[in-house]
């Protein structure tokens, strides 16, 4: 106890960066992420539902194959639509990652319990030169 009293500044300092390395983690919501290697073995596998929640512009320019698209303003109407993919892994993907996660958010909370989001995105995707439809 004496230690810390007599280094409080070094424990606040490591309390806060412990704090800010786990912010992150808690904001982005949307639970588990899967990297671009891991989302290649899902599909390859089978039973694997591909959303991806960019605008109908931006998945025109370019999806992960077999991907259906609803775009995240209108999932909250549009979710009875992937009522017969519940017991699928359900793998979202956005531009970055971060619709993603609030589409995760809105998954679990209809009842979809296999859901992941792609790291990084297209971005990511697209980084690792890995194939786009049209």
């Known amino acids: 106890m004496k230690f ?3 280094h409080i500044f070094l424990v606040v300092i490591a309390v806060v960066s412990g704090g800010a390395l786990l912010l992150p983690s ?3 919501g949307g639970g588990r992420r899967s990297s671009s290697v891991e989302v290649t073995q899902l599909i390859n596998r ?3 539902l591909i959303l991806d929640v960019r605008t109908a512009e931006e998945f025109a ?3 992960l194959r077999e991907a259906k698209n609803i775009p995240l303003a209108e999932l909250g109407s549009r979710i009875g639509e992937l ?3 519940k017991g ?3 793998v ?3 531009q970055s990652g971060a619709r993603a996660g609030k589409a995760a958010n809105q998954l679990k909370a209809a009842g979809f319990t296999d859901v992941t989001t792609l790291d990084g995105g297209m971005a990511a995707w697209q980084t690792a030169g890995l194939p786009v439809a049209k």
């Open 4 to 6: 810390l009293l007599d």
């Open 26 to 28: 808690v904001r982005a």
């Open 46 to 48: 089978g039973k694997t």
């Open 61 to 63: 320019k370019g999806h």
């Open 83 to 85: 009522d017969k993919s």
């Open 88 to 90: 699928k892994t359900v």
């Open 92 to 94: 979202l993907v956005c």
